[in-house]
Every structure is written in structure tokens, then in C-alpha cells.
């Protein structure tokens, strides 16, 4: 980036409200965050053992990272046609595709998880429907299990999932695909061997936020996998809310922001900031 | 090597393209023959290029028919025209090395995994970038860019290697070099090529023919020294190059071409009056007027004064001024310019017959 020194200046005080706000709601806190894990309930390394030898903590560890890679594969796929149509579709196509993307971003996160509840239940839309033709005589269980949580996790970070696709796809060369063709290669194959590789930043950059923000997930998967799809944001908020075990829970915290710098840091190796928005 | 034959003929049929309330292209026929060198020129958006993609088959024409040795390829899609084609900005893949890149058509086409080999590699070769093949494109210079991209169209043996302003992104020596080696490999291959450029020296350079465009229509196709010398309308005389313009009145026939009044002064003509009467343009090239000492009667001639004068090395640019007031420059020796210059009061302007020809009176 370039500019003045005074330019830098005003732009680093524009900035300060939210820096500041940032330190105070969530760096400041989550050093609190850091204490307890050393501390509670008596000082030392302990919750960190205890941590690497939970089973419970170890298998929704496991399931958490499943969950999250399954999510990130089905999102970014769907996210990659939806953008192709976004990007390089006819005009009706683009404005459709368009409202599509930005509809879930104005509704709630709980709205759309409960809607998926309506839609999945035993006695929901689908197995009713497919119930009444006949298609299957006892109800199949769509929800309270890991695949309503993949489902509704997937729903609700597709649209997150199209922008670094979409920055990826607008940079691309039209000439380049153009050349494809007239060297003799059919829409299939160019898409397949030039195409899709000339987005891979897009892919990285999106495959990275949808991981990230899966790991993170409470709301969604709380409701749909009802109690018996825990993944590790819920097991924080048990460790904390309902067994008063703040170390572990407190370990746990710390563990996954460690976790997620971690591949926030892998992920700027590979794309510029630029490129995901 | 390219066997000879394999070379397409091209026969556009008027051919035209409207976007939308615009007319990119009308009316255009044009026979392009088996392995010329065919340059499209013009300024942009003349309709050269939208030409060449409906030539590579990446616009469809709105109207009128393409043939390709005789078969209608007018709906065929460009992937199976079979065109070599090099980009304004070569569109090379940059997620491949220049051996990926070369060997794309190739893998396209299906040949085994040897022919490939040796093909890409005889093509590397012929390009000069031995050394080059595992690199990426962001690691190689404009010109190795360019080269890359011109195996990449080449290596398949495509009957037509049409070119887009494959030269504007380099600079002037390396732009020398590159139509140095286009050249030959257009004499290598014997394929036919069509080149896009508006640079009219690279195309008077480059080209058997040239075909001159401007809003969308083709104005002239000839070889180089045909559209040079014998321009057919205003434009394409002022766009191959310095041109100097001198109203002629009561142009008639007359022996051996025509004859008409310049700066009232009788002057010859050797080209055809059938078409231009009346008043008309005479037009004349720097480089064909000289500068004698005092008027002649048997030869063309009109009185000017030197106002300035542009050191060129080889020769001088001056500029004149008639008695009438028109603007004429012209190219001399050097000496010749100094001498115009210090006389201060009007020189003797003169020309060949055969090398002024008349062009209508005002318009294109």
C-alpha cells in the first residue's frame, strides 16, 4: 500500500476506534482466558494434560475437525457454482445468483438454523413428502445428528465462501480461456484444466475462511445436532456454563485461537488479504 | 515441418457484425489465399479485430459466410476451427511452465505421450528458448512471453495463425526482432497468416497483402507498394503514411493519364481520370518530391518557401509553404534543406507524373 506519511496517519486514526474496541472485547479478555487455563483450579500445566488425555475432549476434537472438513468440501464446492453463475453468467443469471447470496445475510443465524429443524425433523417437509409419494415408509433422521449439523453449517457459510471465488474468478484473463478454446479445447476441458486451476487462490482463501469458521460454530450446530453432535465451541460453553470447570474450558479457548492463528498464518503465505474479498 | 498445402484458403462473404445500434463490421469480402501473409490494418475500433475473432470463430458474424477451403466454417465453433491464434497479451497459462504451455493443443488433440515430446521440443527450439522449457510465464521476459505464445499456436500445424497486436506490449529493438522471426517462421511453416496490427509500417514490413479498415469497412486490399503508391481514397493515403495534399482543378483525361491545375500551374498525372473530374486532390509523398532550383516546363512543379526544417539523420523533414498557403513537406538530402532554408525566398518543388495520383475532392 502506498501513500504520504499523512496519509498513513489518518488512516491508522480512523482505524483506532476499532482497534481499540477489539483489544478491549476480545484481546484483553482472552488474556483472562489464558490465566485461567494456567490456574484453575491450582496452578500449572494440569488442564493441558488433562486435555491430551480426555476422551470426550479428544473424540469431539476429532468430530469437530470432521465436521469442518466435510463443511469446508461442500461449501466451496457449492459456493464455486453459484460463483461461476454469479461472475460469469447472463445477466438475469448474475442478479439471481446475486440475491441468492445476500438473502442469508440478513437472516439470523437462529432463524435459519430452527428453519432447518422444520425442514429435516421426523416429521418436517422432506420425510413428510417423501412419506406421502411413497418414496419411504418410516421417517429418515435428517437432524440431531452430524449430517443436520453439516447441512445447516454449509447453508450458512456458502455465501462467506463466494467472495474470495469471486475476487479469484473477475482477476482472470478472459483472453487466457478464449486461447483455450481456440487452441482446440471444449468448454468441459477448459474449465477443468485452465480455469479451475487460474482460481486456486480463490479456493485456498476459501476453503481457509469456511475451515476457520467452522471450528468456531455454536448456534447451528447446538440446535441440529441436538445435544448429540457436540462440537467444540459447545463443549467450551458446557466446560463453562454448566460444569463450573473454567480450566479446561478455558484450555480448550486457548487451544483453538492458537489452532485457528495458526492456519490464519498458513493461509497469508499462500493469497494476499486482497484476494478474498 | 509444416507440409505445404496444409495452408487454409479463406474466402469471407460479406461478412458483418453489429453490436447492438453499433456496426462493427459491414459488408466485408475478402479472399484470403493459401499461406499469404494477410496484415488487417486500421486505427481501433475499425472492425479489424472483430474480424479476426469471427475468424477465429469467438464472434459470430450477423451476417454473411466463411469458408475455409471451400466448407462453410461460418457456425463452427472455435474449437473446432483449428486456428492458431496469438493474443494481444499472448493469454499464456500461467499455471503451466512453456512446455505445458506448448504441449496444450497437443494434449488436446490426443497424440501419445512421444510426438508430444519431440514436437514440443522441436517447437521449443525453433523459438529459441532452450533452457526455458520448466519456467512459468511470470519468469520469462515479453519477448520469451511472446515466443511461448507463438509456439503454442504453431505446434499443432494449424492451417491459420491469426495474430492480434502481438507486438504492442514490447519494445521498439525487441519489436524489430520479433517480425524478423515471425517472417521466418511464416516461411517456415508455409502457413497462412493474418496479423492484426494499426502500426502501418509493421504492416507495409511484415505483409504479401494488406487489407485497410476504418468504421467497419474494408476500404482497400492489395500488396504493400500497390496500397502504398496507388492509395484508393484519402484515408488509406494519409494512414499508410506522410502524405502531402494539393487541390487540382478542371482535371480532364489526357495523354498517357491526366492533367489538370495546381497552384495554377498545368501539372501531369499518370494515373486514370475516368472516375475523378472536375476538382480533385493531388496527393504526393514527402519522399517523392525534390527540390529544384527554378521552374521547368516538362516537368511538375509548383513555387514554395521553406518555413522549417526536422534533422532526421538519413535526411531532412522540411516544411513549406506554397503561394496558395498549403502545407507540403518533403524529405531531402540534407544539404538540399540547408541550401532551401538559407535562400529564404520561394524554392521550386518538383515530382515524377508517376508519382502523384489524384484522389476525390474532399471526404474519405
Known sequence: MRGTLSDRMGAALLMAPLLLFLVLAYAWPFLGVVKWSFTLPTPGLGQYHALLTDDLVQSVFIRTLRIAAIVTVVSVTAAYAITVVWVRGSPVQRVLAEFCILVPFWISVLTRAFGWVALLSNRGLINTWLQSIGFISEPLTLVRNEFGVIVGMSHFLIPFAVFPLASAMRSLDERVLLAARGLGSSRMRTFWTVFVPMTRSGIIGSAMITFVFSLGFFVTPAILGGGRSVMIAELIYLRIFQSPDWGLGAAISVVLVVFVGALMALLFRYVKPKQLV | ?364
Not at chain 2, 492509395?231 to 489538370?260: H, Q, S, W, Y
Not at chain 2, 513549406?320 to 507540403?328: D, F, I, S
Open chain 2, 1 to 364: 515441418m509444416q507440409q505445404p498445402g496444409r495452408a487454409a484458403e479463406i474466402k469471407a462473404n460479406g461478412i458483418g457484425k453489429s453490436f447492438g445500434s453499433f456496426r462493427a463490421l459491414d459488408n466485408l469480402s475478402l479472399d484470403i489465399g493459401r499461406g499469404e501473409f494477410l496484415t488487417l490494418l486500421g486505427p481501433s475500433g475499425s472492425g479489424k479485430t472483430t474480424f479476426l475473432m469471427i475468424l477465429a470463430g469467438f464472434v459470430q458474424p450477423s451476417e454473411g459466410k466463411l469458408f475455409s477451403d471451400g466448407v462453410d466454417i461460418t457456425n463452427r465453433p472455435a474449437e473446432q476451427r483449428a486456428a492458431g491464434m496469438v493474443f494481444q497479451g499472448y493469454a499464456l497459462f500461467p499455471h503451466m511452465s512453456v512446455e505445458q504451455n506448448i504441449a496444450f493443443p497437443l494434449k488436446v488433440r490426443k497424440k501419445s505421450a512421444s510426438e508430444i515430446k519431440s514436437r514440443v521440443g522441436e517447437m521449443v527450439e525453433r523459438v529459441g528458448l532452450k533452457g526455458h522449457e520448466k519456467k512459468l510465464p511470470a519468469q520469462l521476459s515479453g519477448g520469451q512471453q511472446q515466443r511461448v505464445a507463438l509456439a503454442r499456436a504453431l505446434v499443432f500445424e494449424p492451417g491459420v495463425l491469426l495474430l492480434d497486436e502481438p507486438f504492442s506490449a514490447l519494445d521498439k529493438s525487441l519489436r524489430g526482432q520479433m517480425q524478423a522471426e515471425m517472417k521466418r517462421l511464416h516461411q517456415e511453416t508455409g502457413t497462412t497468416f493474418v496479423f492484426v496490427t494499426h502500426d502501418q509500417s509493421e504492416a507495409l514490413a511484415l505483409s504479401s497483402r494488406v487489407a485497410i479498415f476504418n468504421h467497419g469497412k474494408l476500404l482497400q486490399v492489395g500488396r504493400p507498394d500497390e496500397v502504398y503508391d496507388r492509395p484508393a481514397n484519402r484515408f488509406v493515403a494519409e494512414f499508410l503514411g506522410e502524405i502531402n495534399m494539393l487541390p487540382v482543378k478542371g482535371v480532364r483525361p489526357a495523354d498517357n493519364g491526366a492533367t489538370g491545375l495546381c497552384e495554377d500551374r498545368a501539372v501531369n498525372m499518370r494515373c486514370k481520370a475516368e472516375a475523378i473530374k472536375g476538382d480533385a486532390i493531388l496527393a504526393i509523398r514527402p519522399e517523392d518530391m525534390s527540390i529544384a532550383p527554378e521552374a521547368s516546363a516538362n516537368q511538375n512543379g509548383i513555387a514554395a518557401t521553406a518555413v522549417a526544417s526536422t534533422y532526421l539523420g538519413a535526411a531532412t523533414k522540411l516544411d513549406l509553404t506554397t503561394r496558395q498557403g498549403a502545407k507540403v513537406t518533403v524529405s531531402v538530402p540534407n544539404e538540399v534543406a540547408a541550401a532551401a532554408l538559407s535562400k529564404g525566398n520561394s524554392v521550386w518543388l518538383t515530382w515524377p507524373a508517376e508519382k502523384g495520383f489524384l484522389l476525390p475532392d474532399g471526404g474519405q
